[in-house]
């Protein structure tokens, strides 16, 4: 899992609270959260269980789509999360990206933190296995980043839809941080974690387009 989902699953994950007063509309939102932790564990499960040799190929071939992406190649400064266990591996992404001469951000692990914090990276070098066993950027080498520059970020999610639709690990961290940057939204995910709909809430921000192992889909 990503470096910010290992904070969202430090606590139980919530519903932020509806100005909606009535009855039916509090049943209304109570059902929506049941759907999306239902969903949540469904996917989860379903990731957990894809086999590596099929995780290493559908990533580089998620690699191999992305770079080869005239839009996307135009980018320049990109924020990108460092895929960890189950999830598309990244890394081939991020150094290529610095390959090219790109900025290239990254999100940082601070559970002390309400809001999901970023490093400039200049080499993937900086990054190491942290405090909750997962790859983050060495505190000492964390460089400030002006989010609002960010031309391009790279969502990670539990899943996703062709709506625009992401459902992410609970905590809002990805919602509160894109509301804050006019940068371009993709979602990056396996083929499998497309599902026909993500229960969305007035809050959950929408992707803009998605890349899998399949191709790029532009969903703007």
Known sequence: MTLFAVIELLVEPQTPPSPMNSTGDESFMKGLASKKKELRQEMLRSRRQLPEI???????????????DERLREFQFVHCFVGQSDEPDTLPILKWMLNQGKKVAVPCVDSDKVELQHSLILSTDVLEIGKFGILDV?????????????DLVLVP?????????????????YDRFLKKTEGFRVGVCYESQVVDQVPM?????HMQALISQKGFQNLA
């Open 54 to 68: 099929q995780r290493k190929s559908h990533s580089a071939n998620i690699f191999s789509e992305l770079t080869k």
């Open 201 to 205: 809430e007035a809050h959950d921000i």
């Open 138 to 150: 060495r505190p000492e080498k964390r460089i400030e980043v002006n989010i609002s520059d960010l």
């Open 157 to 173: 999610g539990i899943a996703f839809d062709l709506s625009g639709g992401r459902l992410g690990y609970g905590r809002g961290y």
